[in-house]
Nanobody
Framework: VQLVESGGGLVQPGGSLRLSCAAS????????MGWYRQAPGKEREFVATITRDGNPNYADSVKGRFTISRDNAKNTVYLQMNSLKPEDTAVYYC??????????????WGRGTQVTVSS
């Protein structure tokens, strides 16, 4: 099982980006999926999560600007980021609670995608 993020890049303040994270491999089921981020010199922090049924939860710092969604048929979670600020600059990591084809639920992490907000 692996998670692969895509969609990061360089964007000006006020701009938008859409991140994607696809889970692949021998997957029996996926529970919650989410996004975290880590800025240089800081600890990894929660950004957003979404349940299997589509109920989202956001960090206060991104409420009203970011939207998390998922496509269960594609085992993919998205993060639409609008009104980006320089303080959103970080490596963004995807995670998911996955039960593989054989075994128990555990949390998997992607390798991250860089988001840089700068003029």
């Amino acid at each position: 099982v692996q998670l692969v993020e895509s969609g990061g890049g360089l964007v000006q303040p006020g701009g938008s980006l859409r991140l994607s994270c696809a889970a692949s491999g021998s997957i029996f089921s996926i529970n919650a999926m989410g996004w975290y981020r880590q800025a240089p010199g800081k600890e990894r922090e929660f950004v957003a999560t979404i349940t299997r049924d589509g109920n989202p939860n956001y960090a206060d710092s991104v409420k009203g600007r970011f939207t998390i969604s998922r496509d269960n048929a594609k085992n993919t979670v998205y993060l639409q980021m609008n009104s980006l600020k320089p303080e959103d600059t970080a490596v963004y990591y995807c995670n998911a609670g996955i039960r593989p084809g054989s075994g128990y639920y555990r949390t998997y992490w992607g390798r991250g995608t860089q988001v840089t907000v700068s003029s």
